[in-house]
């Protein structure tokens, strides 16, 4: 993922304009832009970059142990913060979230729209995905650039798990705030399809072992070419909004792909 950060970086004059990627998908590769935002080997890159989330829970402190923005700062240290160019999370302590989510998208436009929206594949039921918090039943259509979602208790334990599964320090009183959350602020299709490139990372199937089941499923189900059709099926998994993209690298980990292995075996 940093590799492709970096080539990107080359090939482009100017600045980057990247979406990060919450939970464990992009951790190591954060890991890695700290270490090199503590020297000055990445300063080339760094000083280029407006740096965005993609999703948030609210209403939630920006100071919770469980909002991505802790996770972010936890992971990349301060002197990734002070070294690129702008850092902009979704402001989930608010009581406008429309008005806040808005103002941000605005923002995301100003600058020229998205170099590389980092993503991962987030399991539903029946095999189903979902990208950033586009769930499933959501309504998001393809001019959707973001959207204000009611949150549910089965994504309120997956953001848990995962944040607690990859090491985010957690307190009682930061979990209860989380599991009172009721909505989502989420960028929308739209948002994606319009990215220059998208890179994908999907791990950690052994703690999230249904991704094993949703990931082949995105693979394997043909997409309708009847509109009405295709916007059910988008619907109904939008995990499949990907298959739509033209630039896509998709970095996945063995264990994600064992079942696929076995079952085409």
Known sequence: MLEDLEEHARAKRGDLV?????????QAMYRLLSEKARKAEADWLLGRLHVFTQDA?????????????????????????????????????????????????????ALGGTDIFFLGHGPEAGAASHLAYIKPGSGAGAEDL????????????????????????????????????THILTLGPAAILGARRVVQSIVDASTAPAKRASYRRFLEEEISEDPSERARQLDENPGLWLRLHPNVRSLILPDVLEAQGRASG
């Open 18 to 26: 990247i979406i990060l990627l919450g939970g464990r998908g992009a």
């Open 57 to 109: 829970l609210a209403p939630m402190r920006m100071d919770n142990g469980l909002s991505f923005v802790r996770d972010f700062e936890r992971l990349l240290g301060p002197d990734f913060f002070r070294k690129v160019k702008s850092f902009t999370p979704m402001q989930t302590d608010t009581d406008d979230l429309e008005g806040e989510l808005v103002r941000y998208v605005e923002k995301l436009d």
């Open 146 to 181: 973001a959207g204000v979602i009611p949150i549910s208790p089965s994504i309120l334990e997956h953001h848990i798990s995962k944040f607690k599964a990859g090491g985010s320090a957690v307190t009682a009183e930061d979990e209860a705030e989380c599991r009172a959350a």
